[in-house]
């Protein structure tokens, strides 16, 4: 071995045993209150990443889509694969310019959120996607202290995924994971439409 | 109609017309470079979201796994219901302080990038996602310019996703789209272990 190598090698023994140090501290098992927001792309994105791994693991997942309505995108047509394995609910009729209608907007949201209580409380279910679920609660067309007192009192093994914009204060104090997606750069600044397979 | 629903309507025809007007100055379809970095969580499992709507849409999807060594994961698990649409490559050999023979670190990223060569050159498949592969250009196991020149001269139909921690600037020069996961708040800080079906 030269040097160089057995340099790396120490300098990599010594880090190991910080990682290992850091990780058996780590000892508690619990349901996530997991938030994806930002103005960034990758928030629905990164949970659908998320439902695919609990799919793997043999997980049931439910999913309820708060804003957008009957469009057709890939995920939809993916998740057949996993036949009953997927609860899911899209019940948005679009965003508030498409629909143009504030009082079909929150009937749909009170809808949507009834949905989500009764996924949340079927126990064969382990992980609950409340997609576009900020923006809901931004346009307060559901009782914010509602929605965080019913994820506080989920079940111990219930994770549940919420994405949109703005997430609100009280819902970050009640999450465990909150990441913020942030855009550096995106193609539709140098003209590039949505593109099927990509962004639907 | 009541005065407060009758504004609401002509606010959001207003924001509708501007929001046509955008998304009809964006006509470019082009296969995206697409950049998931940042410290937070969601690079890979925004790229398995990603992947999923691409199954959707009928694609081949070809993965290759950089850093990630022979891990039991929920998404390799997952993929078997897409059968040959994915072509998945796990060819890391876990992190340097898990290796610690810098020679293997080394042999491991040039075979992976080998294998990320064919899969581009692949003309049946639409989107390839090199996983953590900012990891192996962060320790300069790979020439950065012969990447970027070979994401530069990719088909105009293909889309790749690239992911991993600190992006290399000449990187995120070539891409079109880049989102930066912030870490807002995370469970491992109250002590929270990584989690089957969650994590992995």
Do not use: C
């Not at 990599?12 to 780590?26: C, L, S, T, W």
């Not at 307060?140 to 549940?160: E, G, N, S, T």
Request: proline share 2%.
């Amino acid at each position: 071995m030269s040097d160089d190598e057995a340099r790396h090698r120490e300098k990599m023994e010594k880090r190991k045993a910080v990682q290992d140090a850091e990780v058996a501290e780590k000892t508690i098992e619990k349901g996530l209150l997991i938030v994806h927001t930002g103005p960034g792309k990758g928030k629905s994105t990164a949970a659908w990443g998320l439902m695919l791994r609990a799919l793997g693991r043999g997980w049931r997942v439910g999913v309820v889509q708060f804003i957008k309505g009957a469009w057709d995108t890939g995920e939809k047509h993916a998740i057949k694969a996993f036949g009953d394995q997927i609860d899911w609910h899209t019940l948005g009729e679009g965003f508030t310019w498409e629909t143009q209608d504030k009082a079909r907007d929150l009937a749909a949201a009170k809808h949507a959120w009834a949905e989500a209580e009764r996924l949340m409380a079927d126990t064969s279910i382990r992980l609950v996607i409340l997609d576009e679920l900020n923006i809901a609660l931004r346009y307060d067309y559901l009782d914010l202290d509602a929605v965080v007192a019913a994820f506080r009192a989920r079940r111990p093994d219930l994770h549940i995924v919420v994405t949109g914009r703005n997430a609100k204060p009280a819902l970050i104090e009640a999450a465990d994971l909150v990441t913020e997606m942030g855009s550096v750069k995106h193609h539709f600044a140098a003209g590039v439409k949505a593109q099927e397979g990509i962004e639907f």
